[in-house]
């Protein structure tokens, strides 16, 4: 934690999002959130009222891949090696870059796993060694698939809840429609007769 606090990614201060975590509750910005892997906070160090905000930022904003960097070469054994951007088609879900330190993270496992492996903490850099990447992804049962399966029923819910609202306004505005036709049906029959827009019998066969 600490040799994460005081660094900044680019233009985006960090400083207010790594410090005074302990009882105090924490208060952030989520347009603030570090997309730097290295940058973020343990989810389980924010406040548990805001842990489902903080993971719904980086669910919208998906993992860190940027493409169009030079990614440096790293001599192991007698050979130079670097990360390849096609892991990203081979993880386009997780699978996230950090161009400052040269290593990979895994956003499923950072948002909704409690191991604290090489991908969640420091990092994974030995490109020599793509198979562990394949390894980190594990048996249907890993830590890694259950924060998947965790991932995706989060990003479900959310779409649902999307969608929900897309239907309620639809209904809304289908309601809208009728209230307003009946609106002016009225507005014309009361103008036809030369009758005020209020009147008092209200009786079962008046018109009014
Ligand atoms: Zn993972």
Redesign the pocket.
Known sequence: MNEIGGTSLGDVPIETNTRDIGDERLEFDVAQLPLDPRLRISIQNYDTDVRDVIRRAYVQRGPCQPRNHEFPPKKMGNKDRRFCVSWYNEYPS?LEYIIAKDVVF?L??YLF?SSDGS?VNGGFSNWKRKDIIRK?VGAPSSA?NQ?RVRYESFKNQRQSIQLCFIKQSHQARTEYRIRLNASIDCVRFLLRQGMAFHGHDESEDSNN
């Open positions: 997780w895994c499923y496992c796993s991908f980190h890694h924060a």
